[in-house]
């Protein structure tokens, strides 16, 4: 199988990139329908898991889970309305069943979700972080998000923060260090569409692709 995972700095157009990617090479992506199938999985709403993903919980929640996981069967249904909400460690669970099934189907382009650290492990995975400088990420995000800079700045630092302890608590990983991918790139510099051109150049070398075969 081939697999990209593509990591992202809040703002640096991760997506948009992993997006470009798996069109240039004709791949699935596994992008935001992650949250609808894990929401469908744990039979809660998709605004639920949309916002537990990639964010550390607070000390409260923490001492709420873990009350929970001695009480609770991990496959039970689970709603927003009334009953505990999914822990952590079942939203990880359930995440790494969905993305095992889309691997299974054929090559993939997965877009955050840990899958860097979760699928470290797998020698036919090409691991991928999209970076850009901070003033970069801000300026995106005001633009993406209609926000001020203040407000922008908050919500990348934010979110970034999480994703980073998000990775080191349930894979004991540091997100942001080079050596944990095969490949960086500076958003800014090379923009998206060469960025893009730059991830499926490296993808095409990696997994022997020629012309305009889809992969193995």
Known sequence: MAIVTVSRLYGS?????????????????LDNAVVDAVAARLGVTRDEVA??????????ER??????LGSQ????GISGD???????????????LIVDEAIARGPLVIVGRGAQSMLAARSDALHVFCYAPRSALIRRSMTRDKLNEHDAAGLVDETND???QWVRRHWNRAWRDPANYDLSVNTETLGIAGASDVVASTARMRFGITGNSPAV
């Open 73 to 76: 069967d991990w496959a039970g």
């Open 162 to 164: 999480h994703r980073e």
């Open 82 to 96: 009334g009953k505990r909400a999914p822990t952590d460690a079942q939203l990880v669970e359930v995440t790494r």
């Open 13 to 29: 157009g991760g997506s948009e990139v992993a997006a470009r990617v798996a069109q240039s090479l004709g791949w699935a992506l």
């Open 63 to 68: 001492l709420v889970e873990t009350m929970a």
């Open 51 to 60: 916002a537990r993903e990639e964010r550390m919980p607070s000390l409260v």
